[in-house]
């Protein structure tokens, strides 16, 4: 089968779980006998707006890379601040080319960020399949997480969340320098003076649509009908969990003709049979993993941890090289290596995963489960289904949730099975395959 990928590139120029997971797809599809190839947002011509695509060197032994120069932006940080950079057209030679070149069967799009419509369009011309994964909520919210002013605007998604959102957007030129060749090289350094993402997140004040300009309620209007549009030239949706597909449902005006519902991995996931218990009278630590930041529950948690004070159970948190103001009982150990997350697994007593925003996924919790490592979660965790229901708790109703545990000192056990990465690459081929409705 001849697979062609699109997704946000490779690292260390792109980072997150999408980019991990694309990267491991296309890697064990090769090794499965598949022809792969990889279309990504490539770099930003200053002194050439001209679009094309070029063929880039290889970086996984076996995968074709297809580099868009001067892509459209990459709204990574959340929000758009030029609506009418977002639906810049193209010609339709540029996709056409391409798909001529390749030649694949399927196409697998893993974002809409950065990709033109016009090569949606091309590609229906020419009847190819194509899957897409939500990985985030791009497309059907200027922001990928849908978090916003402290709390999730999935069932509120209207042109007014859209020029809300957009007070906090970056300036594209801004966002253009995440494309230039030497980011990467300096992302690091600017990294240990940024502020946390707990210190930038700001609430802004709601407004009403007459606050905003003619002309911007027009062009938000036009964008979300431009990804409103290429929504409905995908073939089929893989939703890598229930949460996901319940959101897509609601903010998609065309009901949805084929999907699945198939969980992700990743090749970092240690398959097999788990055996997981809790006994929360050995409980003498718990930890938090992930950005410090709102709609990470990060907040949540650390009101947990103040309740906690004068009790005999001390907090750590792992994610970010940064200081903050915390808590007497909460040891701040920042971010760790790849090369120490064994360690640091085997060490956790209780995992919690609070998360705020409907994460569509989430491989934090399948990474602990690997290392048969306690984790709770909250509701908006999409791979809850992993683990039972009394695993879960709703969100802003963690302390009280842990206090019960605590006060009863439950000790409960499971078993379940994680697929092997090689197992979860047959699974998407058999959806690539067969449309089930």
């Known amino acids: 089968m001849r697979i062609l990928h699109y997704g946000l590139g490779y690292t260390p120029e792109r980072s997150g779980g999408l980019v991990q997971y694309v990267t491991d797809l296309m890697g064990e599809q090769v090794k499965q006998n598949h022809e792969v190839a990889y279309l990504f947002p490539g770099r930003v011509n200053i002194f050439n707006s001209l679009t094309k695509i070029k063929k880039s060197k290889m970086r996984i032994s076996g995968v ?28 339709h030679s540029i996709y056409n080319d391409l798909l001529d070149d390749f030649k694949p069967d399927i196409i697998h799009v893993h974002s809409l960020m950065g990709i033109h419509k016009e090569f949606f369009e091309v590609a229906t011309d020419k009847k190819i399949k194509i899957v897409y994964t939500s990985h985030d909520y791009f497309g059907l919210s200027p922001n990928p997480t849908f978090y916003f002013n402290g709390k999730s605007w999935d069932e509120e998604n209207d042109l007014n969340f859209w020029l809300n959102v957009s007070q906090g957007a970056i300036e594209t030129k801004k ?116 950005q410090y930041a709102e709609f990470k529950g990060f907040t949540e948690f650390l009101e947990l941890a103040q309740s906690y004070i004068h009790k005999n159970i001390k907090f750590e948190i792992y994610g970010e090289n940064i200081d903050l103001v915390l808590p007497a009982n909460v040891l701040n150990k920042k971010r760790f290596s790849s090369e120490d997350k064994e360690k640091i697994f085997e060490g956790i007593q209780l995992l919690i995963i609070p998360s705020k925003w409907k994460e569509t996924f989430g491989f934090l919790e399948l990474e602990a489960l690997s290392y048969n490592c306690p984790v709770l979660v909250s509701e908006h965790v999409g791979s809850k289904e992993f683990i039972p229901h009394e695993y879960v708790f709703k969100v802003g109703n963690l302390t009280k949730y842990l206090n019960e545990l605590s006060i009863s000192n439950v000790v409960t056990s499971f078993s379940l099975y994680l697929p092997t990465f090689q197992e979860h690459t047959k699974n998407i081929e058999r959806m690539y395959i067969k449309n089930n409705g």
């Not at 959340?78 to 950079?85: C, L, Q, S, T, Y």
């Not at 431009?226 to 005006?253: A, D, G």
């Not at 009901?255 to 970092?268: A, D, G, H, R």
């Open 175 to 290: 966002l253009k320098l995440l494309q230039l060749p030497f980011y990467s090289n300096i992302r690091d350094i600017i990294k240990k003076f940024k502020k946390s993402s707990f210190q930038k997140e700001k609430h802004y004040k709601n407004m009403e649509n007459e606050a905003f300009s003619l002309e911007d309620r027009k062009l938000f209007e036009e964008l979300i009908d431009y990804y409103q549009s290429i929504f409905e030239l995908i073939t089929l949706f893989h939703f890598n969990s229930s949460i996901s597909k319940t959101v897509f449902e609601r903010n998609l005006v065309n009901p949805i003709s084929s999907y699945k519902i198939l969980s992700i991995s990743n090749s970092t996931i240690l398959g097999g049979t788990k055996h997981i218990k809790l006994d929360m009278s050995k409980v003498k630590k718990i930890t938090y993993i992930g």
């Open 64 to 91: 074709t890379s297809f580099e868009i120069i001067n892509s459209l932006p990459l709204a990574v940080f959340g929000g758009i601040k030029d609506p009418e950079k977002f639906q810049r057209k193209v010609d």
